[in-house]
């Protein structure tokens, strides 16, 4: 929906997003289990590495948040694919690990802006989490909108 509203193509964005939110939910699904799977691996192997405190195992740190931070931008792609594009889980999740790659610093900067986002909320304003996800998702969605026209993944080819 904040796709839509950022290339001026708002409609109703209530039912724009209960539509949205029910034709994609399945596939949003089946692309979350695996990656918090990731995740929740990566995550594990960290604390390994630091509860052991080896010189090994402290190297082994950096190969894992490599990982991790693979692992977010391909999240990150592959949510705003599945917003865009008709396909599996599986084929959406293959796209969008070499477009996060490729649009690395852009991907990367919609991460750091919505942690630094919720970060100010929880630690200083915490009013502002009430408006924060869409004004935040909003903010991305322009950068987003940027990067899938590069693909050809406009509104108007998608026909929505």
Do not use: H
């Not at 209960?18 to 995740?39: A, E, T, V």
């Not at 604390?47 to 080896?54: C, E, T, V």
Request: glycine residues 6%; positive net charge; hydrophobic residues 55%.
């Amino acid at each position: 929906t904040t796709l839509k509203m950022a290339s001026n193509q708002d409609g109703y964005t209530v039912s724009s997003f209960f539509s949205s939110f029910k034709m994609n939910l399945k596939n949003g699904i089946l692309m979350w289990c695996p990656l918090l799977l990731i995740l929740a691996i990566l995550g594990i192997d960290c604390y390994w590495a630091l509860s052991i405190g080896s010189t090994i195992s402290i190297s082994l740190l950096l190969p894992f948040f490599i990982l991790i931070l693979a692992t977010l931008l391909t999240a990150r792609m592959a949510f705003v694919l599945l917003a865009r594009c008709e396909n599996t889980a599986k084929k959406l999740l293959l796209m969008s690990v070499p477009m996060g790659i490729k649009n690395f610093f852009p991907v990367l900067s919609t991460i750091v802006l919505s942690l630094g986002y919720y970060l100010f909320g929880i630690f200083v304003f915490w009013p502002i989490l009430i408006v924060g996800p869409g004004l935040c998702a909003y903010i991305n969605s322009f950068i987003f909108n940027r990067i899938l026209k590069k693909y050809g993944l406009t509104l108007e080819e998608t026909n929505e």
